[in-house]
């Protein structure tokens, strides 16, 4: 059985820290923003263009108006924006990664690109907000009223990005395997109740 | 602490049966139906009409209808629907599980009824859709055309049941410390992943 754990998260949760231990736990390896790289060097777009359209995504209204300016070779059908073109990107690695059959795959729509494999697990990482402030004001030295505003945008960008490239629900319970509340487990909790489940699944198969 | 926990399910999944394993094996009540019949005891309603508010959930039509047609003391202010007297009796009885400080609760809006509590755990319990009929057929006896009407019928009772009373979305993640997808792991499994949360929980504590 594959060992393939794709983690969703609330910008404060420990989703990625989360996914990190267990990256650790399973001895495989972690794909966060190292997918970008791996999908920038494959596409041929520079790391700073993605990095904006990482930004644009965190309006709906900006993503969705550089999605569908199109730029390519003319104004023929091969014509594909520029957030086509490193979703796509992306999708190919995570793919790829897919097919090796090993890693933690933190973010990236990932559970969706690899909704057709059976053998991955698929975790949404989310916490009650106080706990989400409390986090990241001590891991980004950020003040409370600055955390508050990252959060939102972050959410925000994250939902859009993912509706708007799946057609599904961010969130929504049906898209994953298992939903934590990190508030309630702390980030060593959450990987304990994971490891968990994986082993659990290996027992009934 | 206390040990509550609260299980919200998809039909089908084997969400009663994980109460039980879970009930069993932290050695408190579980209440499920019985909860009906002590809050039928309080509020002097018979089983009949219980029932029968019910099977009104399963159409929303019909069971906002009769929330809102009234009865009680005249036209003042104290009338109140049957499926709200229904309701709050059932409120009561969950309230005071709540306060005796152990049990699991299935059903009833049990997270919506102890929302204000931070030591009870509220889990919700799902399934892949061949999985939950393959569970049925086994359980029930029903045929895969009685399962699939079956499910579609409960769980829109079970939805409009929720919504309606607690003016939250049954199934959003944010009324859950955790959700499983019980097909994975099966109902032991599930159950275990549940008693592995409860652990983490105390550790961090």
């Given amino acids: 059985m594959k060992k393939i754990i794709t983690i969703s998260r609330e910008y404060g949760s420990g989703g990625r820290v989360v996914g990190k231990l267990i990256a650790e736990r399973l001895g495989v390896p972690l794909?966060?923003?190292?997918?970008?790289?791996?999908?920038?060097k494959e596409s041929g777009l520079?790391?700073?263009?993605?990095?904006?359209a990482e930004l644009q995504a965190?309006?709906?209204f900006s993503y969705t108006l550089s999605s569908a300016v199109s730029f390519g070779e003319g104004f023929g059908g091969e014509a594909i924006s520029m957030n086509e073109k490193l979703f796509l990107a992306q999708f190919d690695v995570i793919t790829e990664i897919g097919e090796r059959g090993e890693g933690v795959i933190v973010g990236r729509c990932a559970d969706y690109v690899l909704r057709d494999d059976p053998d991955v697990v698929n975790v949404f990482v989310y916490g009650e907000k106080e706990d989400k402030i409390r986090r990241c004001i001590e891991e980004y030295g950020d003040s409370e009223a600055e955390v508050e505003k990252k959060m939102a945008t972050y959410d925000k960008a994250r939902r859009n990005y993912y509706n708007y490239h799946t057609s599904r629900k961010w969130g929504d319970y049906?898209?994953?395997?298992?939903?934590?509340?990190?508030?309630?487990?702390g980030e060593q909790g959450a990987a304990d109740v994971i490891c968990e489940f994986l082993a659990a699944r290996e027992r009934k198969a």
Same sequence: chains 1, 2.
């Avoid at 520079?46 to 904006?52: A, C, D, G, K, N």
């Avoid at 049906?174 to 487990?185: E, G, P, T």
């Fill in 31 to 40: 794909y966060d923003k190292d997918i970008i790289d791996m999908a920038a």
């Fill in 46 to 52: 520079s790391r700073e263009v993605i990095e904006s």
């Fill in 58 to 60: 965190k309006s709906s």
């Fill in 174 to 185: 049906k898209n994953y395997d298992l939903a934590i509340n990190s508030s309630l487990v």
